[in-house]
T-cell receptor, first 114, second 114 residues
């Protein structure tokens, strides 16, 4: 049982490049989330999904896109990378069996845009 | 904007001492208040959580105190140990709307010295 797996662990992008951050979970959780973590700023919700085929914006969605074609996978797409997207990105999941279930986080992807 | 304000930003405590981290929230509709612990290079992990119908919750050396009228809650770590050195985030969420969309505080970096 691997939990939430994120790839890659590190990535350097040039301004204007695009990339997809991968996230997969093997816990059969319905809910999945993408957060970004910046120093001194805590974690901000980018997008979330309540199930396959359903996604919605969080607090800071601009510059990102997501899809949820399966229960397991929730990739985050950056189309035109900007220096402001330099951050550590965390994917998380939680079950639907009860409200306010704990979030299970992956170990993050550290992204630098130069 | 829904906010959770956390203080202090950093904290140094001697081994065996008490660590205290404080948070304040604005949205009175929040009904779930967790604390997450994060070690370097890892994702946050749930430490302890409380609902607003109780004033205190204790799990081992970790205690949450909750003051609904003041819209404040705090984490107390008794007998602090070097292994407790980590970043701690308070958070808050609503149980409605699907998923567990947490609003995080800005984090407290705790160092426990020998």
């Amino acid at each position: 049982n691997a939990g939430v797996t994120q790839t890659p662990k590190f990535r350097i992008l040039k301004i204007g490049q695009s990339m997809t951050l991968q996230c997969t979970q093997d816990m059969n959780h319905n809910y999945m989330y993408w957060y970004r973590q910046d120093p001194g700023m805590g974690l901000k919700l980018i997008y979330y999904s309540v199930g396959a085929g359903i996604t919605d914006k969080g607090e800071v969605p601009n510059g990102y896109n997501v899809s949820r074609s399966t229960t397991e996978d929730f990739p985050l797409r950056l189309e035109l990378a900007a220096p402001s997207q330099t951050s550590v990105y965390f994917c998380a999941s939680s079950p639907r069996d009860r409200s306010n279930s704990p979030l299970h986080f992956g170990n993050g992807t550290r992204l630098t845009v130069t | 904007q829904q906010q959770v304000k956390q203080s202090p930003q950093s904290l140094i405590v001697q081994k065996g001492g008490i660590s205290i981290i404080n948070c304040a929230y604005e949205n009175t509709a929040f009904d779930y208040f967790p604390w997450y612990q994060q070690f370097p290079g890892k994702g946050p992990a749930l430490l302890i959580a409380i609902r607003p119908d109780v004033s205190e919750k204790k799990e081992g050396r970790f205690t949450i105190s909750f003051n609904k009228s003041a819209k404040q809650f705090s984490l107390h770590i008794m007998d602090s140990q070097p292994g407790d050195s980590a970043t701690y985030f308070c958070a808050a969420s609503l149980s409605t709307g699907g998923g567990n969309k947490l609003t995080f505080g800005t984090g407290t970096q705790l160092k426990v010295e020998l």
